[in-house]
């Protein structure tokens, strides 16, 4: 009878283990499986939290979203976003005290075409719980100037037009990483304007970030996880404009097997969201 008995429990056991699965885990920046818990906490203590995005994956704003909704629970809150342009502020600010709907920032706002599906429930939250909502992001056609043209060529812009981007001259370091791997990896050939149109953004980004800082508060900021992975970009950005201030980062990547963090995204962020690559796609 003993030996049934095991053998019954031991398929029980495989069968629920085998049942016993997640899309995501947490890791910190050394690789140790951590969770949403010490996620929370870690980001109440932060004045800047960087929550670095794949744009299309629905696991990572399910958990944006998730995340906002319980730091307003502990923190004072202040949104923003990489895929709202500061120019687009007015029209996102009358949104947000219900001026205009939804249908209306449609059509005045350059909103990305999965805005419905995954941004739209953190702009909605943030006018739910009257929240302020930063269009953080440099206007398309200035970054698309300064690949083509090059920095220089946004001083030649009105000054009513420059308070739309950072302000000029940025500094900028073609040996980060970062920007020096994107040169390696379109070649040769590729202009080197390339890295300094992300350069553009992620520097505007972070001046829209410290000119909209509240005491006592946590700015959380939606963003490409490229623009603050291995705590560049944005997060440098900010640390030139204010050395002392309290960043978080967390990186999302994508792999097959998600209960160890492969090496290449070891110190990427402060926190690393690792997502199974079999995840729907929102688009």
């Known amino acids: 009878m003993k030996p049934i008995i095991f053998l019954l429990s031991l398929l029980l056991t495989v069968t629920v283990n085998g049942q016993d699965k997640s899309p995501y885990q947490l890791f910190d920046k050394k690789g140790k499986k951590t969770t949403y818990a010490k996620l929370l906490k870690n980001s109440e203590n932060a004045e800047v939290v960087l929550f670095g995005e794949y744009h299309n994956n629905s696991i990572v704003h399910w958990l944006q979203l998730e995340l906002t909704k319980d730091l307003s629970e502990k923190k004072k809150l202040v949104l923003g976003a990489e895929m709202l342009e500061t120019d687009n502020q007015k029209q996102l600010d009358q949104y947000l005290k219900g001026e205009i709907n939804q249908k209306q920032l449609d059509s005045t ?32 056609r200035y970054a698309s100037t300064v690949f083509k043209k090059g920095i ?11 308070a739309w981007i950072v302000p000029l ?15 390696k990896m379109m070649g040769e050939h590729t202009s080197p304007n390339m890295p300094k149109a992300q350069a553009i953004k992620d520097a505007t980004m972070a001046h829209f970030i410290i000119k909209n800082l509240l005491p006592n508060a946590v700015f ?13 970009g944005i997060y440098w950005y900010l640390k030139k404009s204010k050395s002392d201030l309290k960043i978080l980062t967390i990186a999302t990547v994508e792999q097959k ?27």
Not at 113 to 122: E, G, W
Not at 169 to 183: F, I, K, Q, T
């Open 109 to 140: 706002a350059r909103l990305w075409s999965n805005h419905k599906t995954d941004y739209k429930p953190l702009v909605d939250f943030a006018k739910e719980n009257k929240l302020p909502f930063i269009a953080t992001n440099i206007p398309r």
């Open 152 to 162: 220089e060529e946004l001083e030649k812009l009105p000054e009513e037009e420059k």
């Open 169 to 183: 001259p940025m500094e900028y370091d073609a040996n980060l990483p970062g920007y020096a791997g994107m040169m």
């Open 220 to 232: 959380l900021h939606y963003n490409g996880t490229y623009h603050s992975d291995n705590f560049e």
């Open 257 to 283: 097997e998600i209960s160890k963090l492969e090496k290449e995204h070891l110190n990427k962020a402060d926190f690393i969201l690792v997502i199974d690559e079999d995840v729907t796609k929102t688009y």
